[in-house]
T-cell receptor, first 113, second 114 residues
Framework: GDSVTQMEGPVTLSEEAFLTINCTYT??????LFWYVQYPGEGLQLLLK?????DKGSNKGFEATYRKETTSFHLEKGSVQVSDSAVYFC????????????FGAGTQVVVTP | DGGITQSPKYLFRKEGQNVTLSCEQN?????MYWYRQDPGQGLRLIYY???????QKGDIAEGYSVSREKKESFPLTVTSAQKNPTAFYLC?????????????FGEGSRLTVL
């Protein structure tokens, strides 16, 4: 079945550092890929998405490129802020999944001043 | 503003009691979902519904039940049969026609069994 693997956290960074969170997936066909962010005590918010190979999703300085050849969708940000401290989830929606999302385990990011 | 409202935000339950979590949306979305979140395990699908009066089991449906009598509402009941119900529960919905598959989430309900 479909699955998502993302790097374990916590990832601790200083403000203005470069952030990368690795995400790889297993799926049949051509899934849509997503990054969600969860701030403490809250639900999930969509950060960015990509629906086909080589698409680049971007939002709030974050970027991720859909790489079918490596089945990856790594999240990057060039200069993090303390406000980026959150848990980040990689997810996929398969072609016949009825909208169900398969999530990775989540990566906690802590940005210190 | 349109959105998904979950209530209560926090809930405490004694062992052996059933509890119902509310999920209401005013987004006019057809499909709705319930996920369970445990530390370090991501989100796991409990139940989902594509249309009123229809719903399907997800990956961890045992010990849970749902109903979908109205388009706006998708309540989840955590029954006494659920072995380890303490968790954070998230309700979500999806735009009509599916679009690119993204889900919109509520703020969540945290259930603690005492």
């Amino acid at each position: 079945g479909d699955s998502v693997t993302q790097m374990e956290g916590p990832v601790t960074l200083s403000e203005e550092a470069f952030l990368t969170i690795n995400c790889t997936y297993t799926a049949t066909g051509y899934p849509s890929l997503f990054w969600y962010v969860q701030y403490p005590g809250e639900g999930l918010q969509l950060l960015l998405k990509a629906t086909k190979a080589d698409d680049k999703g971007s939002n709030k300085g974050f970027e991720a490129t859909y790489r079918k050849e490596t089945t990856s969708f790594h999240l990057e940000k060039g200069s993090v802020q303390v406000s980026d401290s959150a848990v980040y989830f990689c997810a996929l929606s398969g072609a016949d999944s009825w909208g169900k999302l398969q999530f990775g385990a989540g990566t906690q990011v802590v940005v210190t001043p | 503003d349109g959105g998904i409202t979950q209530s209560p935000k926090y809930l405490f339950r004694k062992e052996g009691q059933n509890v119902t979590l509310s999920c209401e949306q005013n987004l006019n979305h057809d499909a709705m979902y319930w996920y369970r979140q445990d530390p370090g395990q991501g989100l796991r699908l409990i139940y989902y519904s594509q249309i009123v009066n229809d719903f399907q089991k997800g990956d961890i449906a045992e010990g849970y039940s749902v109903s979908r009598e109205k388009k706006e509402s998708f309540p989840l009941t955590v029954t006494s049969a659920q072995k380890n119900p303490t968790a954070f529960y998230l309700c979500a919905s999806r735009i009509p026609g599916g679009g690119t598959g993204e889900l919109f989430f509520g703020e969540g309900s945290r259930l603690t069994v005492l």
